[in-house]
């Protein structure tokens, strides 16, 4: 039964896709509206988290970021709806929802390590990971290959939400075939396999450490000590890969730019906690210049 209603919920995404962008954002408006102002969805978290990480800011501008926070919090579930129904390239370089940039820095990186691992955040809609490749001007070819590539995911609580976000999340990969979506339980064992593979591991890395994570306090970070799961920089310094931040902004609504940004080109040259340390100062840049740009829904400040 859960089967075929995984099936449906998709199908219904993908006939919703097909409505214009700015629909789905007038609707999500109103949701995000209802969200803090009927419902105040997580809003003493937001608040909390907002506050601690913008001490200077006044009253009134912790006001104004929140409620632009919950807006792009409407934007993330539009964007992922019109996201599903990106089956292939074409359209998805029709919706113009994203693009990447790869430089001769990102493809240098891959060829000095051992495989490379792209630590990754919260930061703009990492719902929209899957099209990678897909953002990549038309005609271009990049120095890593589609194939090498294994995106890392820990699976939500909710099985029947988690096969629905896995199915979508791959929409424009599906029709290739791509079996690269691995859970985080088995990720150390599938890079020992594949350790002669050089492979490029995407690893999402800015929330708190899991139970049976390995992890490392941060100082500060975004005015907090902070506990950082190392999974992703203790593989890269097991195996001698390289360390990449995916930086995702906001470009204007509807379009968000990825980029890169070298960590480091062998990461058994540099301590887990060290590569952390570089990639949570990469971020905090990121969050000061686009506060609204982060999901600041979650607790990720426990102690």
Request: charged share 20%; glycine share 8%; aromatic share 16%.
């Given at each position: 039964m859960k089967k075929y209603s995984v099936k449906l919920v998709v199908a219904l995404m993908r006939l919703l896709s097909k409505l214009p962008l700015r629909f789905h954002y007038a609707v999500s408006d109103i949701?995000?509206?209802?969200?803090l102002h009927i419902f105040g969805y997580r809003e003493d978290v937001v608040t909390v988290n907002i506050a601690r990480s913008f001490p200077d800011k006044k009253y009134s501008e912790l006001k104004e970021l929140k409620k632009q926070f919950y807006r792009h919090l409407g934007e993330i579930f539009a964007e992922t709806v019109k996201f599903s129904g990106c089956t292939d390239y074409q359209k998805l370089r029709k919706a113009d929802l994203c693009e990447t940039v790869f430089t001769p820095e990102l493809a240098q990186a891959y060829d000095k390590g051992n495989g490379m691992i792209i630590l990754t955040s919260h930061c703009g809609n990492w719902e929209l990971l899957g099209g990678w490749f897909g953002?990549?001007?038309e005609g271009f070819t990049p120095a890593i290959r589609e194939d090498k590539v294994r995106v890392v995911y820990k699976k939500l609580s909710n099985s029947f939400w988690n096969?629905?976000?896995?199915?979508?999340?791959?929409?424009?990969?599906?029709?290739?075939?791509?079996?690269?979506?691995?859970?985080?339980?088995?990720i150390l064992r599938h890079a020992l396999q594949h350790k002669n593979d050089k492979l490029v591991y995407v690893f999402p890395t800015d929330q708190f450490p899991y139970k049976e994570a390995t992890r490392h306090e941060i100082p500060d970070f975004m005015h907090q000590k902070t506990y950082a799961m190392t999974g992703g920089a203790?593989?890269?310094?097991?195996?001698?890969?390289s360390v990449v931040y995916l930086?995702?902004?906001?470009v204007r609504r509807?379009?968000?730019?990825?980029?890169?940004?070298?960590?480091?080109?062998n990461a058994s040259e540099m301590d887990p906690g060290e590569i952390m340390e570089k990639y949570y100062a990469l971020l905090q840049k990121d969050i000061e210049a686009q506060p609204w740009n982060y999901l600041w829904s979650h607790k990720r400040w426990k102690q």
């Open positions: 949701f995000s509206w209802i969200a953002y990549l001007p096969e629905v976000f896995a199915i979508n999340r791959c929409a424009p990969l599906l029709s290739k075939g791509f079996d690269g979506y691995i859970d985080s339980t088995r203790s593989l890269a310094h097991k195996l001698g890969m930086r995702f902004e906001s509807g379009h968000y730019r990825m980029s890169y940004e070298t960590i480091c080109d």
